[in-house]
């Protein structure tokens, strides 16, 4: 019997459309909620199926890697600023759930029932600033629950106090903030037509102009440019909310309340937004659109670049990169590190992750509780990146190992480092 092993490695696809990217997925029936990426990349999802699940890219989706499930809490909206610092907010009981690690440690930030019940919106800014929303205790009054923090999520401190309306009304889609000093909130329940902005990190807000029955989905490039969308037409502002502008969607002969939009981060001529079954890209400033995509279930899409983005709908993401090798700047990792086996305990398979910042000579080598070897998982020059291998809980023969307790070391040129697992049968 052959020893079998799968190393992943930190390689970029070139696709010049949209494909579908399952491997390591392991929840083929699910309801999408949110999608954030930090480059060609690292990206991460959640998805709720019979429980809610968090997953992890750092090889631009070829390979996903579980590394967070919840019941019966549901990963409402998801922030990723780079490749280990990850936060997301659940809902029912609301929770601010974060890992520094690249998701192999969890720490709960925030959890306070007297506060909020469902959090419904998330966004770090950087690894110190960052904005969550929540639903008042009592659903229909206000005012809603606004957290800020400025040191990573140690503290989330309240700093809504404004009389308006006690719930956003479709998770993270009618909330969005620029920075951590401005924003727009398109409130639901007491007056669910109106539109609030802040300029001074919550201290205030003020009532916008806003067109009947609009903002299903709210997106704001700067302080001043944005769009809304509805069931029928869309509405564009060049002057921070006090104007706007109205168009038919043009899936209109669909209706839904839309689902998402994206700015080009660096042009806001370029823009994307989402019913449940089309996503659509304008390079005018929504003026006019062009399908670039058909999926039933649409939920969350996010946009690196022109030519680089996710989407997450029901059952099912997608990738897109039309970019060549040569164009990418690969991000590397910035030390040598060995993450815990995922999932551990086990039985039989687990994956265990590593990074190398610089091309090295690897060996990384499983032992029992009496130090003999078990396995040479991996003995070769590796190149600079995010790497992963499988162990099938066999040894160098191919035959099953009993359960137990393993240790597997990694060596790396002058680094070392022993971490351990357990084995189920």
Same mark, same amino acid.
């Given at each position: ?6 190393? /992943?490695t930190?390689?970029?696809?070139l ?10 997925? &392991?929840?083929q ?6 999608i ?17 699940h968090?997953? %992890?890219?750092?090889?631009? @989706? ?12 549901? /990963? ?5 600023? *780079? ?5 997301f ?7 601010i ?8 440690t ?9 506060? #909020?019940?469902?959090?419904?919106? /998330?966004?770090?800014?950087?690894? !110190?600033?960052g ?5 008042a ?9 606004? &957290?800020?923090?400025? +040191?990573g999520? #140690? +503290?989330w401190?309240s700093? +809504?106090?404004s009389?308006f ?5 479709? %998770?993270w ?7 951590? !000093? ?5 409130e ?14 919550c201290?205030t ?14 997106k ?30 043009? *899936? ?7 689902? *998402? ?15 449940? !079954? ?18 039933? @279930?649409i ?8 030519? #680089? ?6 059952n ?10 040569t ?10 590190? %060995?993450?815990?086996?995922?999932p551990?305990?086990f +039985? ?11 091309d090295a ?9 009496? @130090?003999r070897v ?10 600079? @990146? ?17 359960a137990? &307790?393993? %240790? ?18």
């Open positions: 019997m052959v020893n079998k092993i799968l190393i /992943i930190s390689i970029s696809f696709f010049s459309q949209w494909n579908q990217q399952t491997n390591g997925v &392991l929840h029936n699910f309801t999408g909620y949110s954030d990426a930090v480059n060609e990349n690292v990206a991460t999802f959640s998805v709720d199926s019979d429980s809610s968090l997953y %992890l890219t750092y090889t631009g @989706g070829s390979q996903w890697n579980l590394k967070y499930s919840i019941y019966p809490e549901r /990963i409402v909206d998801v922030s990723i600023i *780079d490749s280990s610092k990850i936060w907010c659940t809902g029912w009981p609301a929770a759930i974060h890992s520094q690690d690249g998701g192999d969890w720490t709960v930030q925030f959890s306070d029932s007297t506060i #909020t019940l469902f959090f419904n919106y /998330i966004e770090m800014f950087d690894e !110190n600033n904005i969550a929303m929540g639903d205790v009592e659903s229909d009054e206000g005012p809603a629950v606004i &957290l800020r923090t400025t +040191n999520g #140690t +503290n401190v700093v +809504n106090d009389a309306g006690g719930y956003s009304g479709d %998770l889609r009618r909330i969005d903030f620029i920075d951590t !000093n401005t924003g727009y909130f398109r639901s329940g007491v007056s669910p037509n109106l539109l609030f902005k802040t300029t001074d990190g201290s807000w003020t009532s916008l102009s806003f067109p009947q029955n609009s903002g299903h989905v709210l704001f490039y700067d302080e001043n440019i944005g769009l809304a969308v509805n069931s029928s037409t869309y509405n564009r502002t060049f002057d921070g909310g006090m104007t706007w502008h109205e168009s038919d969607r043009p *899936d209109a002969n669909d209706p839904d309340w839309g689902m *998402d939009v994206e700015f080009h981060s660096s042009d806001p001529s370029k823009v994307w937004f989402s019913g449940s !079954n089309q996503v659509f890209f304008s390079n005018d400033s929504g003026l006019t659109w062009n399908v670039e995509f058909s999926y039933s @279930g939920r969350d899409i996010i946009f690196i670049n022109e030519n #680089t983005g996710w989407i997450l709908a029901d099912g993401v997608f990738y897109k990169n039309v970019m060549s090798n164009d990418q700047d690969l991000i590397l990792p910035s030390k040598f590190t %060995l993450h815990p086996p995922y551990n305990p +039985n039989p398979v687990t994956t265990i992750r590593y990074d190398l910042p610089e000579l690897v060996n990384i080598t499983i032992y029992d509780m009496m @130090g078990v396995s040479n998982l991996v003995s070769s020059k590796q190149n600079a @990146g995010y790497k992963s291998i499988q162990w099938n809980a066999t040894n160098n023969i191919g035959q099953p190992v009993s137990g &307790l393993y %240790l597997y070391t990694i060596e790396a040129g002058d680094f070392r480092q022993t971490k351990k697992m357990v084995l189920l049968k």
